[in-house]
């Protein structure tokens, strides 16, 4: 059994753009790195041609993570206005110290936490999800310890 897949739209454009790159430009420089590294002679102790087919074994990989991915998502509708955080809410939120922090919600395969795209299965996100403006919540991290987070603005 599979666990569902969430993606919004902006997510499922941006798999659906790497996916062409991937199976277009990047293939074909693969393909040109192994030609290249074939020519250098014996492949059995060259490491340009183990490089480029470990490359293009994870080139490979990948391509058919993003069809999964894409073949078995749900797009999920960001709703224009809505009271409550959801998947594709962005959500500004108040730690305990009084330090701002803004997070987008969206599915497991469009994580960028360094651009505070947090999953809506992750401790925080789960416990976001169906807040309201000024709503406080608490999230137990994975080392047992709480983080209080008071929702201060919800947009899309």
Known sequence: MHKEIILTQEGREKLEAELLFLETDRRAEVGERIRTA?????????SEYDDAKNEQAW??????????????????DVPKRSNKVSVGSVVTVQTADGTERVFTIVGAAEVDVAAGRISN?????????????????????????????????ISR
């Open 38 to 46: 074939r020519e250098f002679g014996d492949i059995s102790e060259n």
């Open 59 to 76: 080139l490979e990989s990948r391509i058919a993570e993003i069809s999964q991915i894409l073949a078995n998502a749900t797009i999920v």
């Open 121 to 153: 299965e992750s401790p925080v996100g789960g416990a976001l999800l169906g807040a309201k403006k000024g709503d406080t919540v608490l999230v137990e991290g994975p080392t047992g310890k709480q983080s209080e987070y008071t929702v201060i603005k």
